[in-house]
């Protein structure tokens, strides 16, 4: 069938350009209602080419058609290999008039090409919404399933989110919707790949799509974009995605492991890991990690091994949330006030305080305040959110006591901090676990398993620490830093393991 590889050699010069000019073409406002961003050819091409070859009768499942960009070349990595009778048939979902017209058009191209060599190609394009659809005809008789599903949050009380209940799924983005759907229309031993956002693999909110997911399907491939500018450049998306191929009740061995920098995979590197370096045994929130690839598997140490229980500590978010005490904010210290702490305060190893900045530097202390304040002492602080771009996903300092007069402290709602019962903790130790925290390994650690650039306090507890006694050891030549970089940290924790 080389005559397909010719098709699909003609169609792939155009198909890119129509896809843009189509996407020029949607209304805008209703663009970011519906979460549409169609996928380039080059990646459609190489998520076709994750399919399984079958001789098999094909029912193709595709939930957001879009311009058919992942239809043709699913069509033509597949018909290559079949040597028996062609049967094939093909599912398309699009609500968009306007893709609609498209997607109609580059179908009947395709069948007219494949009608030429014999092959009748069997298409039915639905206009409707895929989730209502689907929730009321739900029948599990698809072999093939590919999609790049639209990416908005559902309301808890949405006609999407009621429909889903019905048939015992939660979820609270489309993507995840339209990914657990198609898989449940799927025959067992059915292939689905699709790319989505890697918001999925980890955090509560998408606990039970993972738990649905683990529990209907194998993962059969993982593959990480490094830069989150590529998959969807032009239009301007820089949500960090994923392509994962799952088979529907198939039993899990080796997952394939796979990364690129960008969107034409030329520098594509791969490995097989055991699934237990994907999701850890005795994880009950079964994060999906994604390892990284040409380096160790997985960071793991046999002295990294204690939780924060362990070592008697805690970790929280700052209590402070600024806005509903915005009648309380000061930009500088007062008689009367207590310091308060922003990421911005973040400063050599430690932290500046007071700071010329466009946040406050204090808080009035009354009734209300004092109810989100905490002891003065020392703290591990982490900042919340980063760039995905920046050099480090985790970075952490150290709140010395001895900067301040006050008896309390404000820490903002933008960071995290390590606590012992929500009092300080020693300060061996505070300096240790910020020196732990803001090596590279633990960098990359972290990357494995957190897809967006938020580092929450329930990641944090996730992880894994070194002992007490080895965090004080680390502390105590960590004070004599000035800058808490990984490149004068990292191979000195290493070392004092």
């Given at each position: ?7 699909w050699g ?11 000019e ?7 406002s209703k663009r970011?209602?519906?979460?549409q ?9 190489f998520m076709?080419s994750l ?7 094909i029912?193709?499942?595709e939930?957001?058609a879009?311009?058919g ?5 699913f069509?033509?990595h597949i ?5 028996s ?11 968009d008039?306007?893709l609609?017209?498209y997607l109609?058009?580059?179908l009947?191209k395709y ?8 092959v009748?190609?069997k298409t039915h394009?639905i206009?409707?919404d895929?989730?209502?659809d ?8 698809y072999t093939?399933?590919?999609?790049n599903p ?6 808890s009380l949405?006609e999407h989110r009621?429909?889903l209940r019905?048939l015992g799924?939660e979820?609270?983005n489309l993507?995840s ?7 449940s229309?799927?025959q067992?031993n059915g292939?689905?790949?699709a ?11 998408y606990?039970p799509?993972?738990?649905?997911l683990?529990?209907?399907?194998s993962i ?6 490094e830069s989150?500018k ?8 820089l949500?960090?995605n994923?392509i994962?191929h ?8 080796l997952?394939?492991?796979?990364k690129s920098?960008g969107h034409?995979f030329?520098?594509l590197?791969?490995?097989q890991?055991?699934?237990e370096?994907?999701?850890?045994q005795?994880?009950n929130e ?6 990284e690839?040409a ?7 046999e002295k990294i091994?204690?939780?924060l229980?362990?070592l008697?500590l805690?970790?929280?978010?700052g209590?402070v ?6 009648d309380f ?8 006030s207590?310091?308060l ?7 050599g190893?430690?932290?500046e305080?007071?700071k010329?900045s466009?946040k406050?530097n204090a808080?009035?202390i009354n009734?209300e305040t004092i109810?989100a304040?905490?002891?003065?002492g020392y703290?591990?602080?982490?900042k919340?959110f980063?760039?995905k771009?920046?050099k480090?996903?985790i970075v952490?300092r150290?709140v010395?006591?001895?900067?301040f007069r006050?008896?309390y402290l404000?820490?903002?709602n933008h960071?995290?901090y390590?606590h012992?019962?929500k009092?300080?903790?020693?300060e061996d ?6 020196a ?9 650690h972290f990357r ?8 929450n306090?329930t990641?944090?507890k996730q992880?894994k620490?070194?002992?007490l006694?080895?965090?004080q050891?680390?502390?105590k030549w960590?004070?004599?830093i ?6 004068n940290?990292t ?5 004092s393991?």
């Amino acid at each position: 069938m080389l005559f397909a590889s010719y098709i699909w050699g003609q169609m792939i010069t155009t198909i890119d350009s129509i896809r843009i000019e189509a996407s020029k073409g949607l209304d805008q406002s209703k663009r970011g209602e519906l979460g549409q961003f169609m996928t380039p050819s080059v990646i459609a091409k190489f998520m076709a080419s994750l399919f399984p070859k079958t001789n098999k009768p094909i029912l193709l499942l595709e939930a957001g058609a879009g311009i058919g960009s992942l239809i043709i070349p699913f069509l033509d990595h597949i018909l290559i290999a079949k040597q028996s009778k062609y049967d094939v048939a093909v599912t398309a979902y699009e609500i968009d008039a306007h893709l609609l017209n498209y997607l109609e058009d580059n179908l009947n191209k395709y069948k007219c090409y494949l009608k030429s060599q014999g092959v009748d190609l069997k298409t039915h394009v639905i206009q409707k919404d895929f989730i209502l659809d689907a929730v009321s005809t739900m029948n599990a008789r698809y072999t093939h399933s590919i999609l790049n599903p639209p990416y908005k949050k559902i309301n808890s009380l949405s006609e999407h989110r009621l429909a889903l209940r019905q048939l015992g799924q939660e979820h609270v983005n489309l993507y995840s919707a339209f990914v657990g759907l198609s898989l449940s229309m799927l025959q067992k031993n059915g292939q689905l790949v699709a790319i989505i956002p890697r918001s999925f693999c980890n955090g509560v909110y998408y606990k039970p799509f993972r738990n649905f997911l683990l529990n209907n399907a194998s993962i059969k491939r993982l593959h990480l974009f490094e830069s989150r500018k590529q998959a969807f450049k032009e239009d301007d998306v820089l949500q960090e995605n994923i392509i994962i191929h799952l088979e529907k009740g198939g039993k899990q061995g080796l997952v394939n492991v796979s990364k690129s920098t960008g969107h034409d995979f030329d520098d594509l590197m791969e490995l097989q890991l055991p699934f237990e370096s994907i999701v850890k045994q005795g994880d009950n929130e079964l994060f999906i990690h994604v390892p990284e690839v040409a380096s160790e598997p997985i960071f793991l140490h046999e002295k990294i091994k204690y939780e924060l229980k362990d070592l008697g500590l805690q970790v929280s978010t700052g209590p402070v949330v600024d806005f509903r005490m915005k009648d309380f904010l000061s930009m500088k210290s007062v008689k009367g006030s207590m310091p308060l702490l922003y990421p911005t305060h973040f400063n050599g190893n430690s932290i500046e305080w007071p700071k010329e900045s466009k946040k406050p530097n204090a808080l009035i202390i009354n009734e209300e305040t004092i109810k989100a304040s905490i002891p003065n002492g020392y703290y591990t602080v982490v900042k919340r959110f980063s760039s995905k771009e920046e050099k480090q996903r985790i970075v952490a300092r150290v709140v010395n006591p001895n900067l301040f007069r006050s008896k309390y402290l404000g820490l903002e709602n933008h960071l995290n901090y390590f606590h012992s019962m929500k009092k300080g903790i020693d300060e061996d130790v505070a300096y240790g676990l910020a020196a732990y925290l803001n090596t590279s390994f633990v960098d990359k650690h972290f990357r494995t398993f957190n897809g967006h650039t938020q580092v929450n306090a329930t990641d944090l507890k996730q992880m894994k620490y070194p002992s007490l006694e080895t965090l004080q050891r680390i502390g105590k030549w960590a004070k004599k830093i000035e800058n808490f970089s990984p490149e004068n940290l990292t191979d000195k924790v290493l070392n004092s393991l």
